[in-house]
């Protein structure tokens, strides 16, 4: 693009928006190819879900893949604009979900907005389970993955998408040939027109608003139920018994992850919900810091609830 080029929206180092219509992505756009991870042995491929819109997913197998596992569908972050299951970020993570987990996982790529606004990603990922649950032709799903030991996960913007698949299995009835056991909310993309907590101080409101706004222009506005669960009048038909939420501290979306826990409860959900609150951290710091030991302790929790090892998560 010609430095000439006026710029009418800059979205905090996500996007940048010219006066012709034209976009760039600034970050996210990285890509790291699939196959044999060389530190856990987890082997990953790519594959097509539906030829017409381009939808796809990168499938992970654990190295030690003999019998059939847990079955981990998962949603990237991003704000619903940025980033996709092949940036390093996310599949590093998945990578080692996988292998310490002994989890299949079927990582979904989801169309963006702005080419494809909210709800594409909705729809995109609707479609990818019931790919898994239909007529699936990849033999790792059908040799390896547990159909009646299945889980939804998404971190930000893709923790908002699992809450709302979930919702879909509950309410629709869609006879899928899945038992989805619970899921797990990593640093949840809640919001809502009323601030709660410390989110009207926080500097970053201003940007949770305008991301929302961009990546869903026919929102019906920060109270949209796309959004914020407080609002949809189909929040109590989640279709799991379990839910794992996990916040961090210094997260302007903290207040939101320990909310929902009330609104679960509130409207009558019956099932049972842990909320999980990292010190000192700030969103998704796990996919950033891997290594980290607060990082580890959080995979070892998701290990824990999707495996049932034991009742504390911190071990």
């Known amino acids: 693009m010609d430095s000439s080029d006026k710029i009418v929206k800059e979205i905090r180092g996500i996007i940048q928006v010219y006066e012709d219509g034209r976009f760039q992505k600034l970050t996210g756009t990285d890509v790291l190819p699939a196959g044999i991870d060389p530190s856990s042995g987890v082997q990953s491929k790519d594959v097509i879900i539906s030829p017409e819109t381009n939808l796809s997913a990168r499938l992970y197998l654990p190295k030690t893949a003999t019998k059939k596992l847990p079955l981990l569908i998962y949603f990237h972050g991003g704000g619903f604009i940025i980033e996709s299951p092949f940036s390093p970020l996310y599949h590093n993570f998945s990578n080692l979900v996988a292998a310490e987990s002994n989890v299949v996982i079927v990582s979904v790529d989801y169309r963006t907005a702005p080419e494809h ?22 033999s790792w799903i059908n040799d390896y993955a547990d159909l009646e030991n299945v889980f939804f996960a998404g971190d930000s913007a893709g923790a908002t998408i699992a809450h709302h698949m979930a919702i879909r299995v509950g309410s629709e009835n869609p006879r899928l040939s899945i038992n989805l056991r619970g899921i797990i909310l990593l640093h949840p993309y809640f919001w809502g027109e009323d601030r709660i907590g410390s989110e009207g101080e926080h500097p970053w409101k201003p940007f949770m608003e305008d991301i929302w706004i961009f990546a869903h222009p026919g929102t019906s506005g920060l109270d949209d139920p796309l959004i914020n669960p407080d609002k949809d009048l189909k929040v109590s038909d989640l279709g799991c ?42 969103h998704v710091f796990f996919l950033f810091y891997p290594s980290a030991d607060n990082a580890l302790t959080l995979r070892k929790r998701i290990c824990t609830f999707i495996n049932g090892i034991n009742n504390n998560p911190d071990m």
């Open 241 to 282: 018994s379990r839910v794992l939420v996990c916040v961090a501290e210094k997260d302007i979306l903290k207040d939101r992850g320990w909310y929902y826990k009330d609104i679960l409860g509130k409207n009558g959900w019956n099932g049972d919900i842990e909320v999980i609150e990292d010190k000192e951290v700030d």
């Open 117 to 138: 606004p909210v709800p594409t990603c909705l729809n995109d990922s609707w479609e990818a389970i019931k790919w898994v649950a239909g007529n699936c032709p990849e």
